[in-house]
Structure formats: structure tokens, C-alpha cells
């Protein structure tokens, strides 16, 4: 079980708008920056969002990335085709002194 | 910016393995490099990293161990190695480098390490 907590799976049409939501404690989430990563087999997984909402070159403002408490969110607007995979949530948790990831989640765009 | 892991390896449970993974186009020593984990269908897990420069590393406790974390500037590669495989050990590994310190994000990513132990 993951100490991040996100939905299994969200789908939205193309073009349309998709939230994925990340939920945490204080130990993690609350006090450590939270990034965004898009995975695709076969592919080197991408960092799309990091300290909670800054965009590295390169990735579109199509996502966009907020942390509010002990949870994170992001955003994908104008859904592609190419926005499909597993997208993962991350930071950093002070009490067990490691690095952490949410489960997953798998992103259709019908 | 590029992290070149190497190719997939098959073993058998108790035996031994290296993996590693090479930078190319920034200034390897001063950046944390780490490993993550990803079995067969299942999410990521942070393993474990390490600051070339001065060989400081940091395992979870879940892998601590169990694998070994090292690097050699002078060929600019990071490896990872176990002394004795298990089935469970099977997976996807991805070298990632650090953004920043060894809280930031993962900036780059290698396109991962096949490990299949079967007997």
C-alpha cells in the first residue's frame, strides 16, 4: 500500500479537462514539495510538475500542478491522446526518512 | 541531458548482479543519483540514492541491506548491485538524478533496467 494516496484510474475526452488528486499527511505532502511524473512503456518516465506547481522547459501549460494541506493535484487541460499512461505523485516523507510515491494513476482519454 | 541504463539481465535466485547506469551531458558528481523500483503491474518505490562526489548514500529502510548503491566518477556511472537475487527481485529499475537536493524531484529518468529472477 502506498503512503500517497491516489485515484486508480480517471478517463476524459479529448480536449476536455482531467484532475488527479494526491493525498498525504504532514509528514510528507504537508511539509515537503510534491512533483508530477508521466509514465509510458517502454519510454524514460517524464517530471511534469515539481515543487508542487512549477513546470520544467519543454511541458506545456496544459498541466498545471496545486497543493493545498496535505494534498496535491494535477491538472491536464485539452486532453490528447498522447496524455494517456500512469501518472504518479511524489515527495519526500520526514518520518520514515525516504522518498515516497502515490499508486498511480491511469489516465484514459476516450 | 541523458541517463543510459543497461540492458536487461536474466538470473537465477542467489545470484549475484550489477546493474548501472551512465550520465551523459551535465556534471555527474554533484547531483543525487537514486534508484526506483517497479514490479510486474505494480506502482513506483523509491530504493534508495547516493551523491557521487563524496559517495553519501541513503537506502529505505524496505531495501536496505539487500542491495548495495555505489558510483564511479571516473566513468561517470551509478550502479546498483545485489549479492543475492531473489524471485521478488524481479522488476523494472530506473535510475532517476535529482533536481536538487536529495528531497527534490527527479528530473531525468533512464528508460529502466529489466530484472527477471527465475530459476
Known amino acids: 500500500q502506498s503512503v500517497l494516496t491516489q485515484p486508480p484510474s480517471v478517463s476524459a475526452a479529448p480536449g476536455q479537462k482531467v484532475t488527479i488528486s494526491c493525498s498525504g499527511t504532514t509528514s510528507n505532502i504537508g511539509n515537503n514539495f510534491v512533483s508530477w511524473y508521466h509514465l509510458l512503456p517502454g519510454a524514460a518516465p517524464k517530471l511534469l510538475i515539481y515543487d508542487d506547481y512549477e513546470r520544467p522547459s519543454g511541458i506545456p501549460d496544459r498541466f498545471s500542478g496545486s497543493k493545498s494541506g496535505t494534498s496535491a493535484t494535477l491538472g491536464i487541460t485539452g486532453l490528447q491522446t498522447g496524455d494517456e499512461g500512469d501518472y504518479y505523485c511524489a515527495t519526500w516523507d520526514d518520518s520514515l526518512s525516504v522518498g515516497v510515491f502515490g499508486g498511480g494513476t491511469k489516465l484514459a482519454v476516450l | 541531458v541523458e541517463l543510459v541504463q543497461s540492458e536487461a539481465e536474466v538470473r537465477k535466485p542467489g545470484e549475484s548482479l550489477k546493474i548501472s547506469c551512465k550520465y551523459s551531458?551535465?556534471?555527474?558528481?554533484?547531483?543525487?543519483i537514486g534508484w526506483v523500483r517497479q514490479m510486474p503491474g505494480k506502482g513506483l518505490e523509491w530504493m534508495g540514492i547516493?551523491?557521487?562526489?563524496?559517495?553519501?548514500?541513503k537506502y529505505s529502510p524496505s531495501f536496505q541491506g539487500h542491495v548495495s548503491i555505489s558510483a564511479d566518477n571516473a566513468i561517470s556511472t551509478a550502479f546498483l548491485e545485489w549479492n543475492s537475487l531473489k524471485a521478488s527481485d524481479t522488476a523494472v529499475y530506473f535510475c532517476?538524478?535529482?533536481?536538487?537536493?536529495?528531497?527534490?524531484?527527479?528530473?531525468?529518468w533512464g528508460r529502466g533496467t529489466l530484472v527477471t529472477v527465475s530459476s
Open positions: 547516493i551523491f557521487p562526489r563524496d559517495s553519501d548514500t
Open positions: 551531458g551535465y556534471i555527474f558528481p554533484i547531483y543525487w
Open positions: 532517476v538524478r535529482h533536481k536538487a537536493n536529495w528531497k527534490s524531484s527527479f528530473d531525468v
